[in-house]
């Protein structure tokens, strides 16, 4: 059995035997009989008497005695399965990855020989001592790798137990001259926001500031995050930072390794591979390296006494977890500092609504520049229309760029600095429509959007792959197609033909570049992929903004607002030439922000919005999607918080449907608690259809 199971998302009791008592450390790894079958679990927990009134079974194996889950880790755990509606054992699965055997072979050997603690004794009674164990939910549930099942095995705090095992070898902190010279020295680029250097003070201090920062156009994020981990190393506690993607963890690493030197801070993802992966998620857990920086693999990574956790970039979608019961990095983070007392810094060039809202209830602090200093680092943004202003020059008109950005383009170049143009869609077309009629091309066998994947290859279905080399309008029996979304490489094609000799580079999904030369050079890359320019870019061009801002989606305008913030950054200072040209209307809020390089005052703005209309995160709303008899099931069964509003249906994939259940946040852990119980009903009388439960998710729409 793999699947979980929600009303067994609880602990059991079972009793240690004598030869496992040395062994059965809270933490470790176990297996245990349960309901016949022999079932992978956790131990959170020893004592010497149990409060279940039957008879208790004994472990079958302590599968390692290595304590993987950290009283802390297991703590937070539980927290986010229940702000999520979920069980604690689909959370432990994101928690702790795969046990690798031979590196965990490896890691003891070079631990102290002795790795066990002595074990409580024997209750009065003169039984074996009980283990409190784990993952409150299916005790058959396996983690997403393949790895450890997670077993629930007894009663009591999963929340509140004590760590035992090997003693954590934490690196010790600076002396207090030190750490007083390291704040110093390593303010840098944080003195060009007035609450900086307090609050890496505070850090150092061993406080636990809290921060949105927003960062100035052409920043070293990384280096500024590089200085807050250094300073709450230097004050005695661990850090663990958050990252979208693999292109930014590599940047900050070489940042933190600059900051802390050689063996200080481990690097956790998911894409390092098992062995890796687990290394380095044993570094952590043993003491070894007081800083995690990672994906949101690292999100629930087990650092002694965390003082800082840090997140970059939060409105990116990598960030949210595709997988039951689908938390958001920022969320967990952000819970984690709760519980630990922990400082917390979420940064980024734009802010989401939920940053935000922690500003407006007072959880955090806002750490930005002045005007002035904004207005001195920003480059020169400018509107403009789309193609009714093309350009007479026929090169612009073959670049398909409006006059003005075709003018920054041109400009730069002549000043050998290079260009980047954003392009919302990669590839080469990849939305066409008919010629004459300008009906939408879809595929003649199951009607997906059809696309043109080179200047020379025939049409073929973006959904099931067919090639449609015979295609013909059904409205009007066209054979012609024209573009109606122009991909990234088709604009390079049509840039390279625009500004012959010069250079283009593309960036995107098939190639994501980090860094360009500083010479004169058009980079096409798209949003999330934009390489940083040495010196940087002369002139940022943001094409086809509608592909952005007409999308059926809440986060619409943030979104775009954040993915050219992000590009713009990039440019050069407006006093050195640089300039952002992005083709939309300029009356739009998105636009106006991007003008005056404000993402607060949007942020605030959208913030109003969803709290006059009644969006997350103003509120908390919960996603029940499954086949409509199935979802009525649950939501009968749910016992919902007064006031609650149940929204729908509206369509989803395939035959589901999905309803929308709209609380005040007053009553979120109510409705939580209401939906959790509901699946644990459903579960309990073995309901065929599955129901999939998301609270506040990334994408309502």
Known sequence: ??????????????????????????????????????????????????????????????????????????????????????????????????????????????????????????????????????????????????????AADAAGGATTAAAAGPAATAVPPPPRAAADGLVTAGSGGWRDYPAGPAYLRALADGRAPRAVWSALPGEDWAARYAEAVAATVAGGRGAVVVVADNRDLDRLDAAVGAALGPGRHVCLSAALGPARRYRAFLAARRGDVPVVIGTRAAMFAPVERPGLVAIWDDGDDLHAEPRAPYPHAREVLLTRAQLADAGALVGGYARTAEAQLLLETGWAREVVADRATVRARTPAVAPTGDDPQLARDPGAATARLPSLAWTAAREALHADRPVLVQVPRRGYLPSVSCADCRTPARCPHCAGPLALPSATAAPACRWCGRVA????????????????????????????????????????????????????????????????????????????????????????????????????????????????????????????????????????????????????????????????????????????????????????????????????????????GALHTAAGARSARKAADPVRLQVDPHDLF
């Open 469 to 672: 080399a015979a295609y013909a309008c059904p409205e009007c029996g066209g054979r012609r197609l024209r573009a109606a979304v122009t991909g990234a490489r088709r604009t390079a094609e049509e840039l390279g033909r625009a500004f012959p000799g010069v250079p283009v580079r593309t960036s995107g999904r098939e190639e994501v570049l980090a860094t360009v030369p500083g010479g004169a050079g058009l980079v096409v890359a798209t949003p999330g992929a934009e390489p940083v320019a040495d010196g940087g870019y002369g002139a940022v061009l943001l094409l086809d903004s509608w592909a952005l801002l007409t999308r059926a989606d809440l986060r619409a305008g943030e979104e775009a607002l954040r993915r050219w913030l992000a590009a713009a950054a990039l440019a050069r200072p407006a006093a050195a030439g640089g300039r952002v040209v992005v083709v939309a209307d300029g009356a739009l809020a998105p636009v106006q922000a991007l003008l005056r390089w404000d993402a607060g005052w949007f942020a605030a703005r959208e913030l109003a919005e969803r709290r006059e209309l009644g969006f997350p995160p103003a509120v908390r709303m919960a996603s029940v999607t499954g086949l409509p008899a199935a979802v009525a099931d649950l939501l009968d069964e749910a016992r919902l918080p007064d006031g609650a509003e149940v929204l729908g249906p509206v369509p989803a994939d395939g035959e589901r449907e999905r309803m929308l259940v709209r609380v005040p946040r007053a009553r979120a852990a109510a409705l939580a």
């Open 1 to 150: 059995m793999d699947v979980p199971l929600a009303h067994l998302d609880r602990p059991f009791d079972y009793l240690v035997p004598a030869d496992l008592d040395g062994a059965a450390v809270p933490g470790a790894r176990v297996k245990v009989r349960f309901a016949g079958q022999l079932v992978d679990g956790w131990l959170l927990e020893r004592a010497d008497a149990s409060g279940h009134g039957g008879r208790l079974a004994y472990l079958e194996k302590v599968v390692s005695p290595e304590p993987v889950l950290s009283p802390e880790v297991a703590r937070l755990a539980r927290a986010v399965a229940d702000r999520y509606a979920g069980s604690l054992a689909d959370v432990l699965r994101l928690a702790v990855p795969p046990r690798h055997a031979r590196v965990e072979k490896e890691a003891r050997e070079r631990a102290a020989p002795d790795i066990t603690t002595a074990a409580p004794a024997a209750d009065a009674a003169g039984a074996a001592p009980t283990a409190t164990g784990a993952a409150g939910a299916a005790p058959t549930a396996t983690d997403a790798a393949g790895g450890a099942p997670t």
